[in-house]
T-cell receptor, first 115, second 114 residues
Framework: AQSVAQPEDQVNVAEGNPLTVKCTYS??????LFWYVQYPNRGLQFLLK??????LVKGSYGFEAEFNKSQTSFHLKKPSALVSDSALYFC?????????????FGAGTRLFVKA | DGGITQSPKYLFRKEGQNVTLSCEQN?????MYWYRQDPGQGLRLIYY???????QKGDIAEGYSVSREKKESFPLTVTSAQKNPTAFYLC?????????????FGQGTRLTVV
């Protein structure tokens, strides 16, 4: 069965500091991994994804994520946080080998960036 | 503009009533999904459809029904059997045949039982 864990309900960081939002996953096959961002009362917006190849994936708005197969993790990172990055972030996994197009999302991590 | 349109944005339902949430897309995507979002629980999959006239139950399908008569449309009905329907509902779509493609989301419908 597929599952995603985001161990932190909330992450607080000062503007200009680096940020990390953690994600670990479980799939029976190989994963496709995604990060999305949600602003209040809005739908989710795609940030980046891991398909194959380079473990460091770069995405929108200066975000990047590192795929670590041995730790089954896909942590989201940004070198220098902005106040406008404050939002709800979701990690998601889709099993490359089984499960059709079913995508499982984590519970979300709320990011607060203080000025 | 291409995208997914959900309507209405806010919906109020009396207990015992059925209500239907609309989701329309003009992205020519084959796969469409309905998710329910509750605080602290992330997104939970209600139903998904990979082709017209076919759909599968997700993890929390009880009390919900869907139809997929057209490629562009995937309406969700919240029936009176759903005991706790107050939530934020999100519709999404993705291309079929490209399993590594991200989903595109609508802006959501907030359903409140009064």
């Amino acid at each position: 069965a597929q599952s995603v864990a985001q161990p932190e309900d909330q992450v607080n960081v000062a503007e200009g500091n680096p940020l990390t939002v953690k994600c670990t996953y479980s799939v029976s096959g190989n994963p496709y991994l995604f990060w999305y961002v949600q602003y209040p009362n809005r739908g989710l917006q795609f940030l980046l994804k891991y398909i194959t190849g380079d473990n460091l994936v770069k995405g929108s708005y200066g975000f990047e994520a590192e795929f670590n197969k041995s730790q089954t993790s896909f942590h989201l990172k940004k070198p220098s946080a902005l106040v406008s990055d404050s939002a709800l972030y979701f990690c998601a996994v889709r099993d490359r080998d089984t499960g059709g197009f079913k995508t499982i999302f984590g519970a979300g991590t709320r990011l607060f960036v203080k000025a | 503009d291409g995208g997914i349109t959900q309507s209405p944005k806010y919906l109020f339902r009396k207990e015992g009533q059925n209500v239907t949430l609309s989701c329309e897309q003009n992205l020519n995507h084959d796969a469409m999904y309905w998710y329910r979002q509750d605080p602290g629980q992330g997104l939970r999959l209600i139903y998904y459809s990979q082709i017209v006239n076919d759909f599968q139950k997700g993890d929390i399908a009880e009390g919900y029904s869907v139809s997929r008569e057209k490629k562009e449309s995937f309406p969700l009905t919240v029936t009176s059997a759903q005991k706790n329907p107050t939530a934020f509902y999100l519709c999404a779509s993705s291309p079929m045949g490209q399993k590594n493609t991200e989903a595109f989301f609508g802006q959501g419908t907030r359903l409140t039982v009064v």
